[in-house]
């Protein structure tokens, strides 16, 4: 899946789209939140916010941050929803 790219090795995570935007920003911010993000299993977290605010920039550093604490490329799922019609879809 291309939305996954670290799925093919953790250090293509450099090649995703986002996280080549924010390393060629002037300016690059960690978000506080990303240390209250619960990744105990069976948590469940919800990140939400106004359009063009950073929500997938956010995923993206965490998934980062993830891979280079030497979590499984595999186990690491991301899907943009955005891409997705309705939820008949996303349960399909």
Request: positive net charge; proline residues 4%.
């Amino acid at each position: 899946m291309e939305e996954n790219i670290w799925w093919r090795g953790k250090d293509y995570i450099n090649e995703d789209v986002e996280i080549k935007k924010r390393n060629s920003a002037k300016f690059k911010w960690i978000p506080k939140e990303m240390n209250k993000v619960s990744l105990q299993p069976f948590s469940l977290n919800f990140i939400v916010g106004p359009r063009q605010v950073g929500k997938t920039t956010f995923m993206k550093l965490l998934i980062k941050k993830l891979l280079e604490s030497n979590y499984n490329p595999l186990s690491i799922f991301y899907c943009n929803c955005d891409i997705v019609s309705g939820y008949e879809e996303l349960l399909n």
